[in-house]
């Protein structure tokens, strides 16, 4: 027996036109408590899917979804602007969502495009809720993760090879010498690249002979203040480093408060390699080292992927797949001279 708006609506004690307007995003004219009890409703019947299958079958916008886990990092402004031109160049419009890595909002968000019926979705997934995506791929909505790995789930996937980026960082700093490199990361949380760039430099360290020390790897929360507050703890330990590998660009701003705190100077008495090339990097003082990935490339291929999920005639044929872009080193004054032979990783 199929669900109706009506079926809805009962379960919910609200009118089917109020039922209508929630879930097609229009949400001026009900309390916060109506909508997510219609929105709850909803989920609890499993009605979405169904009327989300029926107008698929005779609707297409030409319209897609992308929402990111946190839009203030620079890194997405290239992603966005890589997705951006190739919806423009093949006549696509983007509908644009943050989910700020918080689980809820971006389930929120998920339902909400395909309410309003957005052919398909790019996501860099907040990866708390892993069922979420796995309805996706249940419902046969089109859809691609960009720059994190979803466990468990077969679906397309467009990454940056963080295990090599890490090591050309880590292998750069130790052709110059260095040898007590700290790392500071994000918690890992099962996310891929915090996960893979703690590897690469666990394997550039190795590769070299150098000895881990767990005193070095720093993994540091995200609130305001806690990455400066590390610094100036590590700094100010016998184990301090001679080096820094950063892996987060937002996370470089940081660290290079806590040095300046410390009375220190990069890189005569500290050297630092930066993740994820940006506008400003050139321009601190020195210019930053960092490991570039290629944000745009990331954005291309995504849409144009995601593109041709959408106007694919045999999507049942399509086989998801993993594909894993190159990373590279752009070389400043950070670490201080210049390297004598370039960098390799096996």
Excluded at 257 to 283: F, Q
Aim: contains cysteine.
């Amino acid at each position: 027996m199929k669900l109706t708006i009506a079926d809805v609506a009962k379960k919910a004690g609200v009118s089917k036109s109020t039922v209508s307007r929630i879930i097609n995003g229009n949400h001026e004219q009900n309390t916060l408590e109506t909508i997510k009890r219609v929105l709850q409703v909803v989920e609890d019947l499993d009605y979405r899917p169904n009327a989300l299958a029926r107008s698929l079958k005779s609707t297409k916008t030409n319209v897609i979804g992308i929402i990111l886990s946190k839009l203030q990092n620079p890194f997405w402004a290239s992603v966005l602007e890589g997705v951006e031109d190739t919806c423009r160049n093949l006549g696509y419009n983007l509908m644009i969502c943050n989910s700020n890595e918080e689980a809820d909002l971006e389930e929120e968000y998920i339902r909400s495009l395909q309410m309003r019926q957005v052919d398909g979705l790019i996501l860099n997934p907040t990866l708390k809720k892993v069922e979420t995506y796995q309805k996706i791929t249940n419902d046969r909505f089109p859809f691609i993760a960009i720059n994190r790995k979803i466990s468990g789930v077969e679906a397309n996937m467009i990454t940056v090879d963080n295990v090599k980026g890490a090591k050309l960082a880590v292998e750069h700093l130790i052709n110059l010498g260095k040898r007590k490199i700290a790392i500071f990361v994000y918690p890992p949380a099962g996310i891929s690249p915090r996960i893979e760039r703690i590897e690469g430099y666990k394997q550039g360290l190795a590769k070299h002979g150098i000895a881990i020390n767990d005193s070095l790897i720093n993994i540091v929360g995200e609130k305001k203040g806690e990455v400066e507050a590390e610094v100036k703890k590590l700094l100010s330990s016998p184990e301090r480093p001679d080096a820094v590998f950063s892996t987060n660009n937002i996370m470089t701003l940081d660290i290079l408060e806590g040095i300046k705190r410390m009375g220190l100077i990069v890189p005569d008495d500290i050297a630092l390699v930066g993740y994820d090339e940006t506008v400003w990097s050139r321009h601190l003082n020195p210019p930053l080292t960092t490991v570039k990935q290629p944000a745009y490339e990331m954005g291309e291929l995504a849409a144009h992927k995601l593109i041709h999920l959408i106007e694919s005639k045999n999507k049942d044929n399509d086989i998801p797949e993993l594909v894993s872009l190159e990373p590279h080193l752009i070389v400043r004054q950070s670490c201080g001279q210049a390297e004598k032979r370039r960098v390799s990783v096996e």
